[in-house]
């Protein structure tokens, strides 16, 4: 009787064990399938954001050449959207000056279209 019942619990432990072993592998590529969902929806954004900075990229360029901006100095370029970039965020004509070495006039040359922009803006909106 009692060997019968070491046979059955070995059975049992043996059924246990298999099952547990196919469940966690039913469980690992279950795992694996939502690592590559995850995966592919990943790289389909990365490459909707690549083809959205493309058009950005044309798009400037064609803005560029219809204002007629030399593009081929990037040193200004990057110049010019630096000093932008610290007025559109509140810093004054003096600051941007000292931040980029410039003098004041040089900086208010550079802004000269955007400050205009911007004031004409406020000016229609104190209406």
Excluded: C, H
Aim: charged share 30%; glycine share 4%; proline share 1%.
């Amino acid at each position: 009787m009692m060997e019968w019942a070491l046979v059955i619990l070995f059975g049992v432990a043996a059924v246990l064990l298999i099952l547990s072993y196919t469940l966690t592998k039913k469980a690992k590529k279950a795992e694996q399938r939502e690592l590559e969902l995850y995966s592919v929806s990943f790289m389909e954004e990365i490459n909707k954001l690549q083809q959205q900075m493309r058009n950005l990229e044309l798009d400037n360029e064609i803005l560029a050449n219809q204002a007629g901006i030399d593009t081929t100095n990037k040193e200004q370029r990057e110049l010019l959207r630096d000093a932008l970039d610290l007025y559109k965020r509140g810093y004054s004509v003096t600051s941007i000056a000292n931040e980029k070495e410039l003098s004041e006039i040089e900086v208010q040359g550079l802004l000269s279209p955007f400050m205009k922009q911007t004031e004409g803006r406020k000016i229609a909106n104190d209406r």
